[in-house]
């Protein structure tokens, strides 16, 4: 299974509270399993901040539903 996440270029990635962290609480990420909502929610982001930085990163899960955050993550968009 596959849920794509934002992150951005230091690897911070957008919390359900759409604030930017580091991903250590891995149930409090925004995630979505379809890519064009992430996608979409990376452009309204991006209208309030014409400076940001982010990507929508395809992340896989584990047996236990957790998103697993790799370095090399493909890039979905």
């Not at 400076?51 to 890039?75: F, H, M, Q, W, Y």
């Amino acid at each position: 299974m596959v849920r794509y996440i934002l992150q951005m270029s230091d690897g911070r990635v957008l919390g359900k509270d759409l604030t930017w962290t580091a991903h250590e609480k891995n149930n409090s990420l925004f995630n979505s399993e379809h890519q064009d909502i992430a996608l979409n929610k990376l452009i309204e982001l991006n209208a309030k901040d014409i400076e940001l930085r982010a990507k929508v990163t395809a992340c896989k899960v584990d047996s236990k539903g957790n998103i697993i955050i790799s370095d090399n993550s493909p890039n979905a968009a």
